[in-house]
């Protein structure tokens, strides 16, 4: 049970970085250079801001990527989920996930698969080594990626070829669905 201090927390860093965000798109992306120090510690972990000013102008581009998607993918909009007072997450929730039968390699890797990573073009991946440059960032933790898979729909939008979503799970949502719609 999380208490309402740490629901308080998550929530007002996700509110501090939606709102940079809605600064970044009305500035075409310059608020970007304002708040470097805040960028770079978001999605690098890191304050000092000049070893990252190479990235910047990808998440400009990337931000109105996402834009798109959100304005005209509703299979993109359906499939995020991402509560303000979640926790912050390391990794998907083994409760509700379990490993494809047909995935032949440790649980613990992906292999050679960057998927979900290419399928929005994100700029934080090192196509070489195949690495999330943004790893267990703020960035990383409090919002898809961490998380990732939280339900069927994100497992299809990224065909990924690792995880499905436990059939309990599907049962408790369609429950959950049910119910608010009563
Ligand atoms: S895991 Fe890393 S590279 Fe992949 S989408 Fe997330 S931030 Fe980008
Ligand atoms: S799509 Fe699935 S297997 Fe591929 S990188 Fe993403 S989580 Fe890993």
């Known amino acids: 049970m999380y208490t309402t201090a740490q629901k308080y927390k998550w929530a007002s860093v996700r509110v501090f970085y939606y709102f940079n965000i809605l600064i970044m798109a009305l500035t075409g992306g310059l608020s970007i250079y304002v708040v470097a120090p ?5 999605f690098f972990n890191d304050l000092a801001f000049w070893k990252y000013l190479k990235y910047y102008h990808k998440l400009i581009v990337q931000l109105y990527r996402i834009m798109g998607f959100w304005l005209f993918d509703p299979k993109y909009r359906e499939m995020y ?27 613990n890797d992906c292999g050679n698969c960057i998927n979900c990573c290419i399928k929005i073009k994100c700029p934080l991946i090192d196509h070489q080594r195949k690495l999330c440059l943004s790893y267990n960032t703020v960035y990383w933790r409090y919002f898809s990626c961490g998380c990732y898979p939280a339900s069927q729909k994100q497992i299809d939008y990224y065909e990924c070829p690792k995880w499905v979503i436990k059939e309990s799970s599907l049962e408790v949502d369609v429950k959950t669905r049910k119910a608010s719609l009563i």
């Open 81 to 107: 989920t991402q509560p303000l007072t979640s926790p912050p997450s390391l990794g998907p929730d083994r409760r509700k996930i379990k490993l494809s039968a047909h995935w032949q390699k440790a649980d």
């Open 38 to 42: 805040y960028t770079s510690y978001m």
